[in-house]
């Protein structure tokens, strides 16, 4: 069932332009696995493109919005087209916000509902038929995040979303597992992305969650780092990774003291 080799395997990427999408890349075509590259920033997977030049590995650059279901439907035909199959789905792409519920606007629940929930959906739907067909060499990547254990002020929105990845895999897994298909469902910790500076933007306070992210960004594991683990659990099958000593943290300590 697992898929011990990625060469000449096909791999779809969302978040391809940047942050763990794009060292998820790298390291897959370093080993050999073609990459269909997804992202709304068409500079950012050109940027990724870029890093692999000289892989002889086929790479395709699809600029598309994960929340909407016209886009991933056309994806999902476009990849296949250029590519013939597809192993497995990196459902990468996301977004948070730092703000207090009482801070947000239904907008900005419906965008992060959009991205973080109904991206990871249609790209569930419409790659499973193409997944079902490469049974045995399948394998299906959700990322969730530390905060599905527990969740922190000012990420209301993020905390529900990612706990929704968290069962929604976990459902998942149960379902197709036996059919050829594995799930991976990923639990990162603080990892060197842009999704920060993105919610810096979107802060009630920017000062202060400025000084909070200068604080984790010290504290935070490389992509690269991160990349390596999720595909050593691909390997291994796991039906979940938990990444980073402070998503452990975070579990057990939930775990110890519910309240």
């Known amino acids: 069932m697992a898929i011990k080799n ?17 060292a998820l890349a790298c390291q897959l075509g370093d080993k050999g696995c073609h990459l269909a590259l997804v992202d ?9 493109k870029k890093k692999l030049k000289g892989k002889k590995v086929k790479i395709s650059l699809h600029v598309a919005d994960v929340s909407s279901e016209r886009a991933m439907r056309t994806l999902a035909t476009d990849v296949i087209a250029e590519h013939g199959r597809v192993n497995m789905l990196f459902n990468n792409a996301g977004i948070t916000y730092a703000k207090t519920f009482e801070g947000h606007s239904l907008a900005d629940w419906k965008k992060i509902i959009g991205i973080n929930i109904w991206g990871v959906v249609y790209g569930c739907h419409f790659f499973l038929p193409h997944l079902k067909e490469q049974a045995g060499e399948a394998h299906i990547i959700n990322l969730s995040s530390m905060v599905a254990f527990m969740g922190p002020p000012e990420q209301s929105s993020y905390a529900a979303t990612k706990s929704a990845i968290k069962g929604f895999s976990e459902s998942l897994w149960a379902e197709v597992h036996g059919e ?3 799930v991976t469902v990923v639990h990162p910790g603080a990892i060197r992305t842009n999704i920060m500076d ?32 999720i595909l050593k659990a691909v390997r291994k099958d796991k039906m979940r990774v938990v990444i980073g000593a402070d998503a452990k943290l975070f579990e057990s300590a939930k775990r110890a003291m519910p309240d």
Do not use: C, H, W, Y
């Open 6 to 22: 990625f060469e000449d395997k096909v791999a779809v990427i969302t978040g391809g332009g940047s942050g763990i999408g794009q």
């Open 40 to 48: 709304v920033n068409e500079n950012g997977m050109k940027e990724t």
């Open 180 to 182: 050829g298909v594995g």
């Open 198 to 229: 993105e919610a810096l933007k979107s802060a009630e306070d920017k000062d202060a969650f400025a000084r909070t992210q200068a604080m984790v960004d010290k504290m935070a594991m490389p992509v690269e780092k991160a990349a390596k683990q």
